[in-house]
């Protein structure tokens, strides 16, 4: 079996910032994405930024300059650098990752348990 796990979400200030982290773990052969989503009360969950095999990062719109997003193959490990937080940021982050597990047979879709990120003064 595969678990993600995040960790660093919390309660910060309009403009500050906060780091979290995705940690997979179990049978894992290969990573080929991970991934941070978030969802907001009311709202539809949307892609935040993804590193897929490669390297090759995409961003979305809404946080880039803001949110960076890094990834530690050798720790299965993927980051998430939020700075000059908004308001509007504040949601439920969920990390995601395709993997294919030693078992073989074709990639699947995980989802981490999610960790609350809230912006207010």
């Known amino acids: 079996q595969v678990q993600l796990v995040e960790s660093g979400g919390g309660l910060v200030q309009p403009g500050g910032s906060l780091r979290l982290s995705c940690a997979a773990s179990?049978?894992?052969?290969?990573?080929?994405?991970m991934g941070w989503y978030r969802q907001a009360p009311g709202k539809q969950r949307e892609l935040v930024a993804v590193?897929?095999?490669?390297?090759?990062?995409r961003v979305a719109d809404s946080v880039k300059g803001r949110f960076t997003s890094t990834r530690d193959n050798a720790k299965n490990t993927m980051y998430l650098q939020m700075n000059s937080l908004k308001p509007e940021d504040t949601a439920v982050y969920y990390c995601?990752?395709?993997?294919?597990?030693?078992?073989?047979?074709?990639?699947?879709?995980?989802w981490g348990q999610g960790t609350q990120v809230t912006v207010s003064a």
């Open positions: 995601n990752a395709l993997i294919r597990t030693a078992q073989g047979g074709p990639p699947n879709n995980y």
């Open positions: 590193i897929i095999s490669g390297g090759i990062t």
């Open positions: 179990g049978s894992i052969a290969s990573i080929y994405s």
